[in-house]
């Protein structure tokens, strides 16, 4: 109750969901899944075995949305549902003291293998309900990113692009773009580095002037060597 975890209770064997059950639960559908997951994408660049877990407003925006990898060993849908709570614990603030759920929670999963149902997309089906629940949020659909593609289990939608091996076409990102950090009470433009100076130019002289420049250094150098 008011989002405490008290531990699994004796109705919680079951924690899974066939596709089936999932289609009866009448899970709303995303407006543009397309653009949802392209977007979702973009942001977090999943990889397989990463999941990300998005609340949307209720315009259908993204206001807050997560990355992570889960451990091969936890393959438990209350193993799923306590990595989904966290992060979205994190990410944005529950909705417990609305009469009504208005944001949605979203989750993809980016994994290998063929498009079909698993039973691990089963466990994390059970999990998004349970996470939803806890933290006042109305449970929305789970999408899945594969070789083939994405798909939206449940409503039939789906599209080749992006897919499970995409995030290897998205920029790379490194530490040298980062902004330098400034010292406290350093203006900026005092840390800017100063400009590289240029060249002085010589002045420009006459064709005479270089010639009689010409036969005075000549005319010192004759009369050095005389001089020897």
């Not at 944005?92 to 944001?103: A, N, Y």
């Not at 950090?181 to 100063?194: F, T, Y």
């Amino acid at each position: 109750m008011n989002g405490t975890d008290r531990g699994p209770s004796r109705h919680d064997s079951h924690r899974t969901v066939t596709l089936p059950e999932w289609e009866s639960y009448g899970v709303p559908l995303l407006r543009a899944p397309r653009e949802f997951v392209t977007e979702l994408h973009r942001r977090h660049l999943p990889q397989p075995g990463t999941t990300v877990v998005a609340v949307l407003s209720a315009e259908n925006r993204v206001v807050a949305s997560a990355s992570f990898g889960v451990r091969p060993q936890f393959d438990d849908g209350w193993d799923h549902r306590n990595a989904l709570l966290g992060h979205l614990r994190r990410v944005t603030p529950h909705d417990l003291k609305r009469s009504r759920p208005s944001r949605t929670a979203v989750l993809l999963r980016c994994r290998e293998g063929g498009p079909d149902w698993t039973e691990q997309d089963g466990a994390w089906m059970w999990a998004l309900r349970a996470a939803a629940e806890l933290h006042g949020l109305r449970c929305g659909p789970y999408l899945t990113l594969t070789p083939a593609g994405w798909q939206s289990l449940g409503d039939g939608r789906r599209g080749r692009n992006p897919h499970s091996g995409s995030w290897e076409l998205g920029p790379v990102h490194t530490v040298t773009e980062l902004p330098p950090r400034l010292p406290r009470g350093v203006p900026a433009a005092a840390a800017e580095p100063p400009l590289p100076q240029q060249p002085a130019v010589a002045p420009v002289t006459s064709l005479s002037a270089i010639r009689a420049l010409e036969g005075v250094h000549d005319g010192r150098s004759v009369r050095r060597t005389a001089a020897r």
